[in-house]
């Protein structure tokens, strides 16, 4: 039997959430490469070109990919012989969506209410 502190987990949440608003899969860079290079369309292509100049900003200067970053939904797969020690999972993986927010400088937008449109934080 395999045992995983909670904790851990909530850091590597932490981690690949900040990454996934930073940092753009080699194949997405490649496409939009490509694209802005292929693209007929002078407007496409500008719009390409922007993308483009956005994620070589972001890795260089260190800022999320987006301003709305947008709400984190979280998947876990788990299997079989795993012992989960420490807090409730649910409880570490929200406290890593937390910090990411908070030290990743991420847009914090969710509303709790669609008519009162009052911000979560």
Not at 78 to 89: F, M, P, R, S
Not at 106 to 120: A, D, E, I, Q
């Amino acid at each position: 039997m395999r045992e995983i502190d909670t904790g851990e987990i909530g850091l590597l949440t932490k981690k690949l959430l900040i990454e996934a608003n930073y940092v753009l899969s080699d194949d997405i860079k490649g496409a939009i490469d490509t694209a802005a290079v292929t693209e007929t369309v002078p407007q496409s292509r500008e719009i390409l070109e922007i993308l483009r100049q956005n994620y070589i900003k972001s890795e260089e200067m260190v800022y999320p990919l987006c301003q709305d970053t947008g709400m984190a939904i979280v998947f876990i797969k788990i299997g079989q012989e795993v012992y989960l020690k420490g807090e409730y999972l649910s409880d570490a993986v929200n406290k890593g969506i937390a910090a990411a927010y908070k030290e990743g400088y991420l847009r914090s937008s969710v509303v709790g209410h669609p008519l009162t449109r009052k911000n979560t934080g």
